[in-house]
């Protein structure tokens, strides 16, 4: 019986990767990015391996909320995971998701690489005369 609700609970965790309501995509992509698997991305939480299955299936904070804090802090008493690291995490997904829509948009690159090389020229002279 317990095999198969372990079973189950992997399953429900796996559908719920492919979905951004669930902290299971935010999870999933954080490993996927840090190279980490469940063992290492638990000891970054500060929990245990079972918090991860159960923590997945929670709805994932939204960092653009002003509930963000208050999600993050009563899902770290929940699963007893380090607030920080989760809020953290869930911030670096966001950011990079972001910046891959944006590169996705027409022009998108372009503007990126005109962005990162938009200097004010008194900056420049600035560093010309630092050096």
Do not use: W
Request: net charge negative; aromatic share 6%; with cysteine.
């Amino acid at each position: 019986m317990k095999s198969e609700i372990t079973d189950a609970l992997a399953r429900a965790v796996q559908k719920a990767q492919n979905s951004s309501f669930f902290l299971a995509n935010v999870l999933n992509e954080f490993q996927q990015q840090n190279k980490l698997d469940n063992r290492s991305l638990a000891e970054f939480l500060g929990c245990e391996m079972q918090a991860l299955s159960q923590l997945a299936l929670c709805r994932c904070p939204n960092p653009n909320q002003s509930t963000f804090a208050s999600d993050i802090d009563y899902l770290a008493n929940r699963f007893n995971v380090q607030a920080n690291h989760l809020a953290n995490m869930i911030r670096q997904v966001a950011a990079l998701h972001e910046l891959r829509n944006h590169l996705r948009e027409p022009g998108g690159k372009q503007r990126m690489l005109m962005a990162a090389l938009d200097r004010d020229e008194d900056t420049l002279s600035d560093m010309g005369e630092a050096e």
